[in-house]
């Protein structure tokens, strides 16, 4: 029995490249999907220690005012030569208020030792439902994308670290693929294309 009962959702993201990608993501969706944005919120604080923690926290925080159900979704860079990091503080990694320009450039800067075979790194994103304010049952959902940081940036389309996120399956920055080839592949994608599946099986 799928949990789709309301008719709008609210979207829980302020960043305006995954409001984006999640809206093409859910078009297919037979619902209104609203960013929340459209109502008069303040961002949750993102409290948690792992990424279901935080996509819960800022889908709970959409859900109770708005009164609508929620997707939120918590994703973040894991690379391995920094044992994980930047992980769950992925757009805070060079300080509270950091841009994506000096996100990245702390990453390259991290990683300006470390050999071509040893930038594994891959994007993980965890995506959540909630019906209401207070489901006991959050639908989770999660995906990751496997690739390489490189030395220097590359292209110019997506967010965040795309530009220096090197995809070996097709020996290209994700900042160079077109945003519906990114959307078919990335960590979102994935588990966006779960989320469907569960809230609408036909
Ligand atoms: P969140 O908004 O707390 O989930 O933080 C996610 C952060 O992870 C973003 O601000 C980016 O820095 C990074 N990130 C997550 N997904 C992507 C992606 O698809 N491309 C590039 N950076 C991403």
Redesign the pocket.
Known sequence: MPKLTRKKIVLA???R??VR?IGALLADLDCEVAPQSDFDITEAE?TGLT?VE??II?ARHAAHHTGLAAIA?????EVDALNGA?G?Y??R?AGTDAT?EQ?LEKLLIDLSDIPKAERTAR?Q?VIVYLAHEADPTPIICQGS?EGRILFEPHGTH?????PV?YLPDHNCA?AELPPEV?NGL???GKALKQLLATLQPN
């Open positions: 993201s302020g960043n490249g995954k990608e993102e990424f935080n996509a800022k979704d918590d994703s973040g860079l930047p769950i992925s757009s990694f994506s996100n994007f994103c994308w997506g967010f965040g670290y795309d996120f994700a990114k990335s960590h979102r």
